[in-house]
């Protein structure tokens, strides 16, 4: 049964407050109406785009949390973080991330989202990365969208190491791992 477009656009800014991450193409199953209707229904109720949500989201859940680099500077977009435990985030790879003539992505920007997540998981106001051992398992193309995921495996804080592992994926499928020894203060 179809809803009137009012009712419809109430669940929709409920619904899409209660999961800002939801895409337009699960909102128009849900709501049972085309996609390009869910993006008007936005467009009316100044809902912006998933991309927005999910950078606004970010900045304002994470801008506090991140201790040890601006949130500004983390490659990607982190959607998920708990401090000296696990962190994740997404990178979209868009031309100016790709090499022209085969349209697949530089590794050093599949490696920077990697790097810069393990230096963001890390509760210290000071954390570098002292030592890495890096594997790119698939390359990555343009309009792919990567998503990592860290895990920080060991905090000795006797020698101020944090030992953070952390897997890349597109669509489920690994296409980086990396071991990251990071180097922390020893006094936090």
Do not use: C, W
């Not at 409920?14 to 390009?36: C, G, H, R, Y």
């Amino acid at each position: 049964m179809r809803r009137r477009k009012k009712d419809r656009q109430q669940l929709l800014m409920t619904t899409i407050k209660d999961n800002p991450f939801i895409t337009d193409e699960e909102l128009a199953e849900k709501f049972q109406v085309s996609v390009q209707t869910i993006r008007l229904d936005r467009l009316e109720l100044s809902i912006p785009e998933l991309r927005e949500r999910i950078k606004h989201v970010a900045e304002t859940r994470f801008d506090d949390e991140v201790r040890s680099l601006p949130i500004e500077e983390v490659i990607g977009e982190i959607i998920d973080i708990d401090l000296d435990h696990s962190a994740i985030s997404i990178f979209d790879v868009k031309e100016e991330h790709v090499f022209k003539r085969n349209q697949i992505a530089r590794g050093h920007h599949v490696f920077a989202q990697a790097n810069s997540l393990a230096v963001a998981v890390i509760n210290d106001e000071l954390a570098l990365t002292a030592k890495a051992n890096i594997q790119f398992k698939r390359s990555v193309n343009q309009n792919e969208r990567v998503i990592a995921k860290a895990k920080v495996l060991k905090i000795d804080e006797e020698i101020g190491r944090t030992f953070v592992e952390v897997n890349s994926y597109v669509n489920n499928e690994l296409v980086f791992l990396g071991e990251f020894e990071m180097y922390r203060s020893k006094n936090n």
